[in-house]
């Protein structure tokens, strides 16, 4: 029998579940958050008896004992303190949902059952796991069986209400391709009702789902074969054009020719740093009059999906799409050798630009993973990713700079409204910091500093950006990542071609970072976006909407109703545009400070100044001369919540700190406007040094604010806007370019290593590839200083981490290998991730650490070439020595 007791430690709750058989004990925390340690307590102070079970809980030490009232209790006894606390069972009755997750019969790795509680991650379930758990009636149940990424198999997922006997959800998923959509249901618990829910994952053939007799088929062409170390290779080519659900597996089998299945990474710079290390697969077979290259030439670029695994283990070695590049067959009668060549698609990413999830140009602020995962999804292959990355952000301490670091969106900007390429994006973000690649049916990204370890945290994120709770197990999990290569090894040299190259000392490594504007300052500072709007218009102009504008009454804390119009009018003549301008209808309302159109904010830091201009006229002019009014205003929303108008007190732009939400001091902002005028006149604010930092909203106004004046009751016209940016950076107003980290030595060496990066600690928000952080209010600051786990006395910003790193692979004599090898170690060989150490004892290789940067692999004959680059020695630690030198760049 099992029972579940829940425990309150710490302020938070933990349930225990406790098998009175074989008392064993497994937690299970209930807000989400990493569990505590928890083992067996066996110390001398207490007698082992076969009635109580003892383990410590954090550190609480925790017994289960008979009791009479109930049958267990759990006791927590404090060390060198008197206090305990006795934490209830649960009540008898039976939990209000049972759940059953298993395989028939062959495991995978991840979990493949979640449980969310009124939005909230209760449960991760993984395959071989049943249990129970309580949920209040009205809680809203979202029940998710993901589907395994890439790997063929059968899933199927039951919700039933064993209260009324009925099956609320039944769900099947025979997935031979991804993407594929997972089986979700929500329901709502009902008073007094239970549920059952189970779900199953399996291998192909082990059950096989309902199929109607004329059903349409999905082609697979399959590939089969031993190869040298005996184990059994499968190349699944999967005709993904096929859409229906219910669609059979046709399977087709190849024979292979020659080295059947091969797969490489081509890294020319053979630098630990290269940041995108795409693999390419060769895939050898038999031709044939009904098989041949011909039945892959057809369809979209992403049609042919490849999947290569060993032993049936559903762990992909290789995913991807088959590419025309360099498939080929000889002009020769069949049979002949004809070769295809499917990549993971990151070299395809060089052509396409960056769109988020929903296909559009991204807007905004989002982190740096989000960024990633919008890339990755281009490719095709909607995979996990995992992140081997620990620099801590200050204010984030112990999560990974990937989840809490931001960057705007138009730090990836090629023209207005339109991104970079994803392969560039990807450049961008990992450039001089980390690598990526393909591995084990995941994404990984690795900072190569991290390999230089025993072991390293892996952080897990879902193909869309977001980072996976854990609550049965704790995340980020410790992994063990050592290959060996050597004679003993199952990979070993062979063919007496290995080279030893040493890379020569360099001078000095120095790290770039141009400061780039936006190309817009303002958003749509041209009035040149926006839809259309249908009927307005006539046949010599058109109206459209003023896109990343904002139209407002009143003010935030006294908003009224809008009862103006704002609009682009562009004026044409013979298909041509000939003039554009903003066009804003008077209110009817007649209140003061009501009716304006507000710009998307600006980030400006403190001390910092701007000069904002604009062109306006009305649409007619009146008799009376003119009043003081408003016509453009510029407010500033400082980050420590004050508010401040832009005005003029005798005669001079002053910061006018103004009441809550602006609704004072307002006069200061007004502008006199001569009604008698009929050409375009220009107002302009001239920024001094800002008192605070924050958020600079530029705000053009309505007219027809005087119920006893009528002269203002006309549209008025706005264009030529225009917006100049000066930032104060270290200690003035100089222009500078950039700024740089450098880390050098003395001697007589020649070689030196210098490269622009494109992200980093950033002076001003507004240059491009400028780092984020979100405070608690929800306001984007710039982000502080950075921190390691393994090296928590450094505190400093990310480019001298950046710039540290690439030094130690920069600052001494460092061995590269390359050399024919044997042997894979399938199922799972060794990649760029692993570290690896060569297990022949040398001068060149004793205490030695190295990263494979790039190879080819047989999958037929399990030979291979590598190249192997050494990261760390145990001769020379990891030290951040050389003198290190930050200076801003003075533009010319």
Known sequence: MKLLFQFETAGRTILVEYDETTRKIKPRAQDGQPIPAIFPRTDGNYV?????????????LVIIFPRTNYPYAVQSIVPNSSQCAVAQPLPASIPAIEWVNKDQPQPFVDSNLFLDVDGVRKLESYISEAGTMDAPAGSTITVQQPIFEGLPGFYWLAVTDLTTETVLYKATS????????????????????????EAVASEFGNIVPPTSPNAPERLIYRLQWRNFEETLQTVDIIDTSEKNPTAVDKIIPLDGAGNAFSVSIVDNEESPFTPIRAKEAIIRFLGSEEVNLSNFGEGEDNRWYVVHYTNNVQVPTFQGFLTFSDAMEPFLPYPNEVQLVATDGLGLLKDVPLTDKAGKNPKGTFTLIQYVAWALQKTGLELGINLV??????????????????????????????????????????????????????????????????????????????????????????????????????????????????????????????YEFHKELVDNINFSRGAMIIPMGGQDWKAYQVEDWTMKAGFAHSPNTITSQAYIKRVFFEGYEKERYLVFTPQTNQVPNSNHIESNPIPIEAKDRFTASIDYKLKQTGSNYGQSVFVMTVRLAGNDGTFWWLGRVNDKETWVQAGDNWGSQSATAQTFVDYTDPDWATLTWKAPASPVGGLVYLTL?????????????????????????????????AEYSGQYNRVFQGGKYQSKHEQQVYVSDSPRKLFKGALLRKDGTGKYLLAGKFTHPAYPGFKQPFGWWQAMAVWYAKRRVLCLFEGDTDGLNLPAPGDCIHQWQITDITAQTKGKTFMLLHYDMNFTDCSGQVVLHEISDNAHPKTFTGPHEFRYLERR
């Open 389 to 514: 990355h620990n620099l801590w952000e200050e204010n984030n301490p112990g999560l990974p700079m990937y989840a809490t670091t931001y960057l705007d969106a138009k730090t990836f900007e090629d023209e207005v409204g339109t991104s970079i390429s994803c392969y560039e994006v990807l450049q961008r973000i990992l450039g001089e910091d980390a690598f990526l690649q393909f591995n084990g049916g995941k994404w990984w990204i690795v900072r190569p500093d991290e390999l230089q370890g025993g072991t390293y945290k892996v952080w897990k994120f879902d193909s869309a950006g977001a980072l996976i709770p854990s609550i049965l197990t704790p995340n980020p999990e410790m992994i063990e990542p050592v290959k060996l290569l050597g004679f003993d090894e199952k990979v070993s040299w062979i063919n007496e071609q290995q080279n030893v190259i040493y890379n020569r000392p360099h001078r000095e490594v120095k790290e770039v970072f141009n």
């Open 174 to 197: 025979n997935v031979s391709s991804y993407p594929a959509i997972p089986n979700t249901f929500t329901f709502i618990i009902q008073e007094g009702h239970r549920y059952r829910i």
């Open 701 to 733: 106004h309505t007219l027809n604010v005087r119920p006893d004046f009528s002269q203002d009751n006309t549209d008025v016209f706005y264009q030529n806007l225009r917006f100049t940016y000066d930032p104060y950076i270290n200690g003035g107003y």
């Open 48 to 60: 082992e008896n076969k009635e109580v079970t003892r383990f410590c809980l954090g550190a609480d």
